[in-house]
Structures are given as structure tokens and as C-alpha cells.
């Protein structure tokens, strides 16, 4: 029982957590800058907002945003962290799939628990790759936009990329800690048969050794 609660706890933080890496990865307020010093951009009530796909000037009437599509000519860290995001979701569609069909409760034609275990493994080290790259990118964003230019504050996007990378890093390392086996297929080691002559509860032997001892 603890073994699929932790399985389920796993998946469901990593479900949650890619969907938080899709929103930062679709969303474009990643952190606000300013050309000036903090208070003057506070007065003037004018910041700008960078995202991975755009820059945008937000003031009480304007609000304008430019699409970053020269990609030849874009900073290091918006190429990499756009590279790792899109990474990181593409990631996310099988490893879920994985970890789906390693559910106690999903059942497959010659299911075993041994594949199970192998599926719940690479599905928890994919879950895992997808917090690496959302925390290399969530990471380096931010101090590359500091060195080009004034950074202000973090957005929402940013935050939700560190929530949803975080809660993949959980989910993941639940996924792998769930080492058990399935209840519901006992092994041959763990089998016992009960014995008429001597009344008591002994291993399952080979079937010859079994058939000898019912003879005797």
C-alpha cells in the first residue's frame, strides 16, 4: 500500500510539475527590467518584461511586446534556456506515459512486475532529465538578463518554471525510490503449499521434487 501511494504521489507531482514547465516555457514574463535605477522605473511606472519568445514595455497605458525571432543574433542564455525548456516538455509526454503504465492499477498483456519496475525506472530518470533542464534554464535566464541589462525583478514565468522543475525533482525521486514488488504477483520463492500428511506449511519445490513428496 505505502509502495503505490508513493508511486502515486511521485506521479502526480510530476504531472504537476510539467505542466508548471509548460507555462513557463508558453508565457513571456520571465523577468522585469529596467534602463534605469529602480526608483526612477517605480516613478515613471514603465518596465520591461523579458520572456524567452519576447520583449515586452508594460506602463498604466501601453503594454507591447516584440517577438525575438532573430535567432542568429539572440543572447547565449535565451538560445540554451529555449533549447532546454523545449526539451524538458517534449520529455514530459513519455515519461508520463511511462509512468502511467507502471500503475499498479494498469494491467498489460504479459505484465510483469519486473517490466513494471523497469518502466516506473525510466520513466522517474526521464521525470528527473526534464528538473534539470528546467532548473539549468530558470537559473541561468535570470543572471544572463542581470549582465546584459538591469534586472528588476522575477515574473511569473519564472516562477513557475522553478515550481514545476522542483516538483519534477520530487516526483521523479519518489518514482525511483518505488522499488517493490507487485503484491499481486507472488513470487516463487515467497510460495508456500500446504502438506495433508504433515500438516504444515512448507517452500514450493520443483514440481518433481512436490510429486515425490506427495508419493511418500
Request: proline residues 4%.
Amino acid at each position: 500500500m505505502a509502495h503505490m501511494c508513493r508511486q502515486i504521489t511521485g506521479s502526480a507531482a510530476s504531472c504537476a510539475g510539467w505542466v508548471g514547465i509548460i507555462v513557463a516555457t508558453a508565457t513571456n514574463d520571465w523577468v522585469r527590467t529596467c534602463d534605469y535605477t529602480v526608483a526612477t522605473c517605480v516613478r515613471m511606472e514603465e518596465l520591461g518584461s523579458q520572456g524567452l519568445w519576447a520583449e515586452c514595455v508594460i506602463s498604466t497605458a501601453l503594454y507591447h511586446c516584440v517577438t525575438l525571432d532573430q535567432i542568429l543574433t539572440l543572447p547565449a542564455y535565451v538560445q540554451t534556456s529555449r533549447a532546454l525548456m523545449i526539451c524538458a516538455c517534449l520529455l514530459g509526454l513519455p515519461s508520463m506515459l511511462l509512468v502511467l503504465m507502471s500503475m499498479p492499477c494498469v494491467r498489460l498483456q504479459n505484465d510483469t512486475s519486473a517490466i513494471k519496475q523497469r518502466r516506473a525506472r525510466v520513466g522517474g530518470v526521464l521525470v528527473i532529465l526534464m528538473a534539470v533542464c528546467g532548473i539549468i534554464s530558470t537559473i541561468w535566464y535570470p543572471i544572463g538578463a542581470h549582465q546584459d541589462e538591469g534586472l528588476m525583478s522575477f515574473g511569473f514565468s519564472l516562477y513557475a518554471g522553478w515550481v514545476g522543475a522542483a516538483l519534477c525533482l520530487l516526483g521523479g525521486s519518489m518514482i525511483l525510490c518505488c522499488h517493490g514488488t507487485d503484491p499481486g504477483t507472488p513470487s516463487r520463492e515467497n510460495s508456500f503449499y500446504y502438506s495433508r500428511q504433515r500438516g504444515t506449511a512448507m517452500p514450493l519445490d520443483p514440481p518433481a521434487n512436490h510429486a515425490k513428496s506427495a508419493h511418500v
